[in-house]
C-alpha cells in the first residue's frame, strides 16, 4: 500500500512540474509600429506576464511592412493591430461597423492565417492578432485577451495617452489601468 502512495505521489509531482514548466522560460513576442500601439502593448503584456507566467517582449518596428515581415518570419505572435491599417495590408477601402470588421477578420484569416481577438474599443479599432501557430501553442490566450474586449472607449483611451510621457510611464499607466479594472 506504501509502495502505491509513493508512485501516486511521485506521478503527481511529475505531472505538476510538468504542467508549471509550460509557461516558465517561453516568451511571446508582441510586434507593434506605431506610438500609439504601444500602450495596448503594454496592457497585453501585463496581462499575459501575470496571468501566464509567460515572458512577453515587445518588439517596436519601424513600419507595418517591416511588422508583418517579422509575422512571416515566424519572429512575432501577437500584434496590435487598427481596422484602417488592416484594409490597407489588405488592399481595400475603409469601411465602417461590425461589418467592415467581420470582413477584416476573415480574410486575415483566410489569406494571412492571423486571427483577430475582440477590439479592445478604441477608434480605429485597436485588437491583438494572433498567429496560428501562438494559437496552436497558447490556447487560452484569446480568452485572457479578450478580457479588455471593450475596455478603452475612445475617451478613457485618448486620457490614458495624454497620461503617457514616456515609455517606462508606459508601463505604469497600463498598470494602473488594469488592476483599476480589477484585469490583474
Known sequence: MKRIMHVVVAVALLLTAHISLACVGKTIHLGISSPNERLMAEMASLMISERTGSSVQIEVYKDSRALYEAVKQGKVNVIMENTDRALEVLGK?????????????????????????????????????????????????????????????????AKLLKSVESDDKTKKVAKDFLKGKKLI
Not at 136 to 146: G, I, M, R, V
Open 93 to 157: 477601402t475603409k469601411s465602417a461597423g461590425a461589418a467592415g470588421l467581420d470582413s477584416i477578420k476573415s480574410e486575415y484569416r483566410k489569406t494571412l492565417n492571423l486571427t483577430w481577438l475582440s477590439p479592445f474599443g478604441a477608434v480605429p479599432q485597436y485588437a491583438p492578432v494572433l498567429t496560428a501557430d501562438t494559437l496552436a501553442n497558447y490556447p487560452a490566450l484569446p480568452k485572457l485577451l479578450n478580457k479588455l474586449a471593450g475596455a478603452l472607449p475612445n475617451d478613457t483611451y
